[in-house]
């Protein structure tokens, strides 16, 4: 079965930088558009980055210009890069396929906090 393992996360002050990785255990993700998505206490998690099987991407408005997703195929993983982050980002990461129709079991995700 298919595993996502998210890591990562940890404790930043406003304007700091956390890079966030996934290791996907099934080579079969390597062709398919993969997403970070986040969840923050009392609402629905929602996508902030997706990157397609040939490395085009897109951001969801709050994060873009200060997030940068990425991907290696070679080594099954899916980096996000976090800039000049801010308490709002702070969540539970997780990361899966782009499409709903083909998500796996989700991981336990990486806790961000952003705060002084």
């Known amino acids: 079965q298919e595993q996502l393992v998210e890591s990562g996360g940890g404790l930043v002050q406003p304007g700091g930088s956390l890079r966030l990785s996934c290791a996907f255990s099934?080579?079969?993700?390597?062709?398919?558009?993969m997403a970070w998505y986040r969840q923050a206490p009392g609402q629905q998690r929602y996508v902030v980055a997706q990157i397609s099987s040939g490395g085009s991407t897109n951001y969801a408005e709050p994060v873009k210009g200060r997030f940068t997703i990425s991907r290696d195929n070679a080594k099954n993983t899916v980096s996000l890069q976090m800039n000049s982050l801010k308490p709002e980002d702070t969540a539970v990461y997780y990361c899966?396929?782009?499409?709903?129709?083909?998500?796996?079991?989700w991981g336990q995700g990486t806790q961000v906090t952003v705060s002084s």
């Open positions: 899966n396929t782009e499409s709903k129709f083909l998500w796996v079991p």
């Open positions: 099934a080579s079969d993700l390597r062709f398919k558009g």
